[in-house]
Structure formats: C-alpha cells, structure tokens
C-alpha cells in the first residue's frame, strides 16, 4: 500500500513528522499551516510537492491517507476528529488534547470510522527504554518504592512572544507540565501505572507578565501499593533540556536519562552480576548517532512510533503499540495535577 501523508502545522515538531515518514518510506503528499508563507517555504525545505491552503483542503483530498497534527493544543481534538470522520488516519502530537472529554471523542470517533489514531509518545519506542522497563517489569530490582523523574528545559521570553499560542492558558493549556514534562511524565506512568493521589504546586518565575500558564511545576504522587513518585519541571534552567528518571527498588536501583540520546547515568543492584549483564544489554541498544534526529532532544524514535503507526494503516500488524487510551491515561494525570494548584 502506497500511503500518501500531509503534514498539518509547519513549526518546530513538524521537521520530527517529515523524518518519520522518510525512514519509513512514506510519500509526503501535502503540508498546511496558517501562515502559507511558512508553509510553502516547508516545502520548499523538505521537497514536499503540495502545499494546501486550508485544513479543509487537506480533508477533501481522497488521495491523502492519512495525517500528522503539529498544531497549537487546543486544535488537537477539533483537528483530529475532523480528520478521522474524513476518512483519515491521525497521528497527533502531544497532548492528546485538553480535556478528558475531547480525547474520549477522539477515540470514540477513530472507532466509529475504522481509523487508526495515535499519540506522539516516541520515547516509549526506545529500546533501551523498553529494556529498562522490562527488568522493572520482572522484579529485577524488587519492589519498586520511589521515582524521581525531572526535566530542566530553557526556554526565552520569544519562545512565547513570537507564538500566537505558547503561554496561553486557553491554546497551551499550560506550559512547562503539558508541553515539555508531558515526556517525562509519560514514562514516569509507564513504568509505575495511574496514581491513586496527587498533589501539585506551579509558580510562574522567569516569565512573569509574558504567559498566563506555570514555568516552574513539582508533584508528589501516590500509587496503589503507597510507593511514591516525585515529578519536577522548569523552563528557567540554563540547560537546553535535561532530562533524568530516577527508579528505586527494594533490590537495586537505576537512573537512566529521557531525551537523546538516553543513558543509563546510574545502575546498581545487589547482585553485581545482575547489574554487569544488564548494562551490556542496554548498552548494546544505545543510539549509536549514525542519523541524528531533527531537533536533538527530541530523539530519533518519531520514527519507530510512525513506523508501527503505518504498519496498522496498511495492515501489517493488528494494534499500535502506543494506543490512544495510553494518552489518555497520561493525559488525565496531567490535569489532575493542574487542578491541585489552579
């Protein structure tokens, strides 16, 4: 099945899509974004022969399969329902959408047309992360009682000042929890499932009077076996992003880093021959930067995730291994932890 892709939203994460569909020998049909300017210079950038005028342009085309949404937060759901009751397939970028009510009707409606629907989550593609998690799984590190988890990002005042939707409460829904720790938080929830209860405190530091949402959040959670989990995230940080998870068990402990490429900072256990054979096995998987990614922090695993994404739409597996419900679930975490502040 030749599947024809178009791309909707040019700005940063969209460089992300376009290598996905590339490593995945996808045809990129079409692009669109608000600003045509912006658009066709994508284009022009990326060789991508169409360049649409509107969103609606995009949904009228039979020929186009399927879609990526790189757009502001709050159109996520519109975009992607639009989408899906046109036929297409939907690959949307994080979040899923703004609230839990939006994201049900996503799903809803992916099922209701025999659509497939994903959620960018692209760490959980990497294989050293998967290893990690597997040996957490199996009791390798026995009972698991805390996780720190913890990204430090730098952001600018015109990261926010020249967006018509970053720092908005109504478009980005937030800022520094829902836009860049949602990565960090979505691993965080793999590993150790849905808390039981929350807490959370988010203050605005660095950019007072610029945004209407947090630069600087921390959480405590509970889960049903009363280990804990503590989540920090700050745009103010000079790092450009640094990002770490921390898994303590009862047998070892290990801490490994969340962005590209991942390493395992820390590992330690009570049998040292445990420690030693699975640090070669995760050292074996480790990126080798043979093909850098788009944007480095992002990583390269958009393409692995697009790639189980178009192995569904043509067929060749049964079920995505990132299921909208998985975004769904973070997704209600995420607002969860507002509402102890807001």
């Not at 849905?194 to 945004?211: E, H, Q, R, T, Y």
């Amino acid at each position: 099945m030749n599947i024809k892709h178009a791309i909707i939203g040019c700005g940063h994460i969209a460089p992300s899509h376009v290598d996905g569909c590339i490593h995945n020998n996808i045809t990129i049909a079409a692009c669109c974004d608000l600003d045509i300017e912006k658009a066709k210079k994508f284009a022009d950038t990326h060789k991508i022969a169409s360049v649409a005028n509107s969103f609606e342009e995009v949904l009228a085309n039979s020929s186009i399969d399927s879609v990526s949404i790189c757009t502001d937060h709050k159109s996520h759901a519109d975009l992607a329902i639009r989408a899906l009751e046109s036929g297409k397939n939907v690959i949307v970028e994080k979040p899923m959408a703004l609230s839990v009510q939006d994201a049900e009707r996503m799903i809803a409606t992916a099922k209701m047309h025999h659509n497939v629907l994903t959620v960018i989550s692209q760490h959980r593609y990497n294989r050293v992360i998967m290893e990690i998690k597997k040996a957490i799984d199996s009791g390798t590190f026995g009972a698991i009682t805390m996780v720190n988890a913890t990204l430090n990002s730098q952001k600018n005042k015109e990261y926010y000042t020249n967006s018509y939707w970053k720092g908005k409460l109504d478009k980005e829904g937030g800022s520094t929890l829902i836009n860049q720790a949602i990565h960090t938080l979505d691993l965080l929830l793999w590993i150790k499932g849905l808390p039981v209860d929350v807490g959370a405190f988010g203050s605005n530091l660095k950019f007072k009077g610029i945004i209407e949402t947090e630069d600087t959040f921390a959480s405590i959670m509970k889960f049903a076996d009363e280990s804990l989990a503590i989540l920090s995230t700050t745009n103010t940080s000079i790092d450009i992003w640094d990002s770490k998870i921390e898994v303590i068990g009862t047998k070892g402990t290990i801490t490994f880093s969340a962005d590209y490429p991942v390493k395992v900072i820390h590992l330690i256990h009570e049998d040292p021959e445990v420690a030693k054979t699975l640090g070669e096995l995760l050292e074996s998987y480790a990126d080798k930067f043979t093909e850098p990614p788009p944007v480095s922090y992002y990583g390269t695993k958009h393409r692995e995730q697009m790639g189980d994404f178009f192995n569904v739409v043509c067929g060749k597996s049964k079920s995505l291994f990132m299921e909208p419900e998985d975004a769904l679930k973070t997704l209600t975490v995420v607002l969860k932890l507002y509402q102890c502040y807001r």
